[in-house]
């Protein structure tokens, strides 16, 4: 195994070791193990995280039935410098930047040490290499939002010339849907919804028609849509919105038929694949202008994420 002699046996982290609100059970933690990569995987020194809204869920115990035993670190998407690899690990040398949701599979026995740490490992194959012009922060802003979108447009089969709405535009996942259906997927038309003020933003990132959806109902307009993209769990008023033989793709429970519901699973491959238009700016990380919070303030930081108003993603920087 190659690696770096100055790796530490114990790391600074943010851990819970009880189900309940994350804000009130989230401590500092200056001496949990450093876990050791396996023979797939790479070990990171964590330089930048993002938060999720699956990270509050799960501390909340939503789904404890098939999480991982506690305690636990959250976080799931990583930028940082690989400073260890195991022994099968083909794409990765040690000081290579590289980025990913370190979690294959969103809810099924996810890391019990997450992002929130100085280091965290990784399978090889959840991770790309960091694209050359974004920062740590804006790589770390990207995995499981950039793959959900990626992915969830796939499985609703989208493709060159169909009209597009999406729920929840200005949110980490609806900000990169947007980008993906125009610059990748060639969408003819862009729909999306948002709070007044965040319609100027939605146009900014390339919808054609921005929908305030505190002063009309998406549902009703005469307009209707190829594919809607539900980003906010409104799938029973989603359905009425697309058109005969339109689907509904929802990321977010219940998804009442015909509504497709839809988890990511965590992929390199689909990272690669979109590098080209990380890396010529087509396809740009949506960063919350609070972000990043330092390390210390990861507690403000969910406090934040859980008023529901930030715009893209909140990052965590520097780790510590």
Known sequence: MASTPSIPSHTKAWVYSQYGNIEEILKFDSNVP???????????KVVAAALNPVDIKRALGHFKDIDSPLPTVPGYDVAGVVVSVG????KFKVGDGVY???????????KTIGTLSEYTVAEEKVLAHKPSNLSFVEAASLPLAII???????????SSGKSLLVLGGAGG?????????????????????ASTTKLDFLRKLGADFAIDYTKENYEELTEKFDVVYDAVGDSERAVKAANEGGKVVTILPPGTPPAIP???????AVLEKLQPYLENGKVKPIL???????????LEAFSYLNTNRAIGKIVIH???
């Open 34 to 44: 450093t876990p050791h990569p396996k023979e797939d995987q790479v070990l990171i």
């Open 87 to 90: 022994e099968q690990v083909k």
């Open 100 to 110: 990913g949701d370190i979690n294959e599979t969103t809810l099924h026995n996810p």
């Open 148 to 158: 959900t979108a990626y992915q969830g447009l796939e499985r609703v089969e989208f």
């Open 173 to 193: 996942v609806g900000s990169l849907v947007i980008q993906l259906a125009k610059h990748v997927f060639e969408a003819s038309r862009i729909a999306a919804t």
């Open 262 to 268: 839809f988890l990511l699973t965590s992929d390199g």
């Open 288 to 298: 919350d202008p609070k972000s990043p919070f330092p390390f210390y303030q990861t």
């Open 318 to 320: 520097p780790i510590p």
